[in-house]
């Protein structure tokens, strides 16, 4: 991948639409038409929902778009307080019955709780079409205020809180992937013919003490871009925990995914953590692509290590936190695929907005337009 921009930062933090106008190609030519992409976008959802159920046995639930403030169920997506939900009030009865509610930014702590509501025995799990809003994030290429995901929890037992069986639900999510690949291939040929590499077949599994020791004179995202250069599609394992140069390789909220339980790298040396990220190179952006977050969810041991960690264990009064120290919310395994995003990937686009009509900037869709990068308005 000769002239790659290993340098580049990726994601929230790029803050800058200089720097952006720089990694947007100038040498774009979309591969199919805005009409062919909705029919591509139609057959890829209905095609990778489907997989998803079949290989983690899920079937799919109604989701929320609004929860009550109070209850503690909206995801705060990290834990340095820098991403902040849309707060509103609803009168309501002329103010009798008010609700103080919230937009959901993701629905991790609501699939937990729903998996009771819906009555799923182990092995079993819930998948949903989420919609949310997080309006903190910088406008870039790959981040939107608008986020659509498959959102998929699934019941656990005690036996399952492992890297082995975190890997295969992984190999069993990039099997759907790597499926959705082929098909869509194979019912617009254009796409397979393109300049572009495929995917690969199989992803390469690191922990994030792996990549630092790697690259340990580079930025977390740096160091992302790094190891795609080696491995074009890799899942990240271990993300939240202090690395060995006193910082996470991100940082993880504490009420949801496990990572403080001590596990080993294939090396045998010691790490942290049943989560991870799957991350592709990008071949249109040349920029590190994220397609999902998931993991192991934490049980009442581990959620009370990751808020002490994050001096949040005043949450512990909270609903939400209180069903997990108590055992009414289910061992689970969950994650948020990126639906926009994987679809950006699969359909060979350079820009989100070719895929999801949401909000941008001007001074975004102008540079996009000179570009022959035609955000959907």
């Given at each position: 991948m000769a002239g790659d921009k290993i340098a580049d930062l990726a994601g929230p933090g790029i803050g800058d639409y200089a720097?952006?106008?720089?990694?947007?190609?100038?040498?774009?030519?979309?591969?199919?038409?805005?009409?062919?992409?909705?029919?591509?976008i139609n057959k890829l959802r209905r095609y990778i929902m489907d997989g998803l159920n079949s290989e983690?046995?899920?079937?799919?639930?109604?989701?929320?778009?609004?929860?009550?403030?109070?209850?503690?169920?909206?995801d705060m997506l990290?834990?340095?307080?820098?991403?902040?939900?849309?707060?509103?009030?609803?009168?309501?009865?002329?103010?009798?019955?008010?609700?103080?509610?919230?937009v959901v930014q993701a629905a991790t702590k609501w699939k937990?709780?729903?998996?009771?509501?819906?009555?799923?025995?182990?092995?079993?799990?819930?998948?949903?079409?989420?919609?949310?809003?997080?309006?903190?994030?910088?406008?870039?290429?790959?981040?939107?205020?608008?986020?659509?995901?498959?959102?998929?929890?699934?019941?656990?037992?005690?036996?399952?809180?492992?890297?082995?069986?975190?890997?295969?639900?992984?190999?069993?999510?990039?099997?759907?992937?790597?499926?959705?690949?082929v098909y869509i291939h194979g019912e617009f040929p254009a796409l397979k013919g393109s300049k572009h590499p495929n995917l690969p077949d199989?992803?390469?599994?690191?922990?994030?003490?792996?990549?630092?020791?790697?690259?340990?004179?580079?930025?977390r995202k740096q160091r992302e871009t790094a190891v795609?250069?080696?491995?074009?599609?890799?899942?990240?394992?271990?993300?939240?925990?202090?690395?060995?140069d006193g910082y996470p390789h991100e940082m993880r909220a504490a009420d949801y995914d496990d990572w403080v339980t001590p596990t080993t790298t294939p090396a045998g040396k010691p790490a942290h953590g049943l989560n991870g990220d799957i991350l592709v190179w990008n071949h249109v952006t040349k920029r590190r692509h994220e397609l999902t977050s998931m993991g192991i969810r934490v049980n009442a041991e581990t959620l009370r290590q990751q808020l002490?960690?994050?001096?949040?264990?005043?949450?512990l009064e909270l609903p939400y936190h209180k069903g997990i120290v108590t055992?009414?919310?289910?061992?689970?395994?969950?994650?948020?695929?990126?639906q926009s995003r994987t679809l950006m990937l699969l359909l060979k686009r350079a820009h989100l907005g070719e895929i999801s009509v949401t909000v941008w900037p001007k001074i975004l869709r102008d540079m996009c337009a000179e570009k022959n990068i035609h955000v959907l308005q």
């Open positions: 720097v952006l106008e720089g990694i947007l190609p100038d040498d774009y030519d979309p591969i199919l038409t805005p009409k062919e992409t909705q029919m591509a983690l046995n899920l079937i799919r639930v109604e989701s929320p778009l609004i929860v009550d403030r109070d209850s503690g169920m909206n990290d834990r340095d307080g820098s991403r902040t939900p849309i707060d509103f009030y609803i009168k309501n009865d002329h103010e009798k019955n008010p609700v103080n509610a919230q937990r709780w729903a998996l009771n509501q819906f009555g799923f025995e182990v092995g079993e799990g819930l998948n949903t079409d989420m919609r949310a809003v997080r309006k903190d994030y910088f406008l870039d290429h790959d981040h939107s205020a608008y986020v659509d995901q498959w959102d998929w929890e699934k019941v656990i037992t005690a036996e399952d809180m492992n890297l082995d069986y975190l890997k295969d639900t992984v190999k069993r999510i990039w099997k759907v992937l790597k499926g959705a690949e199989e992803l390469k599994f690191l922990h994030a003490e792996e990549i630092l020791e790697m690259f340990p004179d580079l930025p795609l250069q080696k491995y074009p599609a890799v899942f990240i394992i271990g993300i939240g925990w202090p690395l060995a002490e960690i994050s001096n949040q264990l005043d949450s055992g009414e919310y289910p061992l689970s395994i969950g994650g948020g695929i990126g």
